[in-house]
Each structure stands twice: as structure tokens, then as C-alpha cells.
């Protein structure tokens, strides 16, 4: 089937603008989690959630960042008030939790950058 | 919380060797290790993962082995080719209920045919 999906795949976006990101994961998958990649590093962990319910916010780094998913399959993240820092890779990943498997799918990610 | 050092950064290999990279984490309640493979320009992907239950695992060339006192795993790359040139990471998480991963810093593999 489908693997995930995001969408944009590129944004480019003004200092001081929001933006929201698109998360598609693969049907059925029961979490979803949002990373961020920076060029040459490992994905660092933003957010995740098993159906509707956000589990661990942890890693959102400030209060300008913040994810739904209100029916527990599209996952938005949203950041207001964007900043240069912001600017890297977002990437979603989504996991079954039947059986034993606890592999992550990736997806293609949503490269933002902020001018 | 959770600290994943990788080393090393680069491994450049000769076609046909062996590659092994090596993984420290400091949290004694991680119980889920998976390494994924990254191309240039890709997404990561899954190769192999390792829980704590488990010492070694083997996938035909490649394997991961686990030592839970130490908090150290390795992943075991045998008969390099030319396709397996890629970043690699490690990753560790607590598992079931609590699968967030924290990775490593990478590293660079490069086969020289």
C-alpha cells in the first residue's frame, strides 16, 4: 500500500509567518510521530501520538510549535511566528502497533525554510 | 533523558570488508534498538533492530549485536558492496508504549570499489 505521505515537500515562508505541515501516515497505523533533521544530523524527536491523543510533546522546542491529529489519521504541525532557526527538515513517521513491530516509516519530509 | 553517541562519524571500507559501526545509549530502560540506512536525498529507512531480550540478530549481510550491561550495540555490515554507501544511524526508545527514538549523529559509509 501507500507509504507516508507529506505535503508540502518544500516551503519557503517569511520570518513572522505561520505555517502548517501535513502528515498522511499509512492506514491503519496507529502512532504518528513528528521528528526534525537537521542537514548531517540524526532526526531529533518533536511529538507523537497514538490515535487522537497527543502522548509526549517533550521535544516541541517552545510554545510556537504545536501538533493535532483529531481523527487519529491526517497529523498537522503547525508554527506560528516562524523564525530562521526553524528552518530544517520535518519528518513524519507512522508505526502499527499490532503484532511486535515498533519499525517507523518515514515519510519524504517537508523541507522549510524561513527567510 | 535518553543519549545516543555514535561513532564513528565517517568509515570509508574497501568493497568486500566488513563495516561495523557502534552505538553507546544511557538509558538503562531503552529496550527497542533499530538502525536505519539514509541515501542522499532519502527518507530513512529501516535495516535491521534489535530488543532487549536478544543479544545478536542477523539479516543475510548484516547484523546487530546488543550488550544491555555495557549499553552498547553495534550494527555489522559483511561483504560490502557499493550500494550500501549511505549514512547509517542507531536509534534507541523504551518500547511499547513509549516508542519515540532517539538517535545517533551518523555515520557516513563509504565503500571504495
Known amino acids: 500500500g501507500a507509504g507516508v505521505s507529506q505535503s508540502p515537500r518544500y516551503k519557503v515562508t517569511k520570518r513572522g509567518q505561520d505555517v502548517a505541515l501535513r502528515c498522511d501516515p499509512i492506514?491503519?497505523?496507529?502512532?504518528l510521530y513528528w521528528y526534525r533533521q537537521a542537514l548531517g544530523q540524526g532526526p531529533e524527536f518533536l511529538t507523537y501520538?497514538?490515535?487522537?491523543?497527543?502522548?509526549?510533546k517533550s521535544g516541541l522546542p517552545n510554545d510556537r510549535f504545536s501538533a493535532e491529529r483529531p481523527e487519529g489519521s491526517i497529523s498537522t504541525l503547525t508554527i506560528q511566528r516562524t523564525e530562521q532557526r526553524d528552518s530544517a527538515m520535518y519528518r513524519c513517521a507512522s508505526s502499527s502497533q499490532t503484532g511486535a513491530s515498533y519499525e517507523q516509516y518515514f515519510g519524504p519530509g517537508t523541507r522549510l525554510t524561513v527567510t | 533523558g535518553e543519549n545516543v553517541e555514535q561513532h564513528p562519524s565517517t568509515l570509508s571500507v574497501q568493497e568486500g570488508d566488513s563495516a561495523v559501526i557502534k552505538c553507546t545509549y544511557s538509558d538503562s530502560a531503552s529496550n527497542y534498538f533499530p538502525w536505519y540506512k539514509q541515501e542522499l536525498g532519502k527518507r530513512p529507512q529501516l535495516i535491521i533492530d534489535i530488543r532487549s531480550n536478544v543479544g545478536e540478530k542477523k539479516d543475510q549481510r548484516i547484523a546487530v549485536t546488543l550488550n544491555k550491561t555495557a549499553k552498547h550495540f553495534s550494527l555489522h555490515i559483511t561483504e560490502t558492496q557499493p550500494e550500501d554507501s549511505a549514512v547509517y544511524f542507531c536509534a534507541a526508545s523504551r518500547g511499547s508504549g513509549n516508542e519515540k527514538l532517539t538517535f545517533g549523529t551518523g555515520t557516513r559509509l563509504t565503500i571504495i570499489p
Open positions: 501520538f497514538n490515535y487522537e491523543a497527543q502522548q509526549d
Open positions: 492506514s491503519g497505523h496507529v502512532s
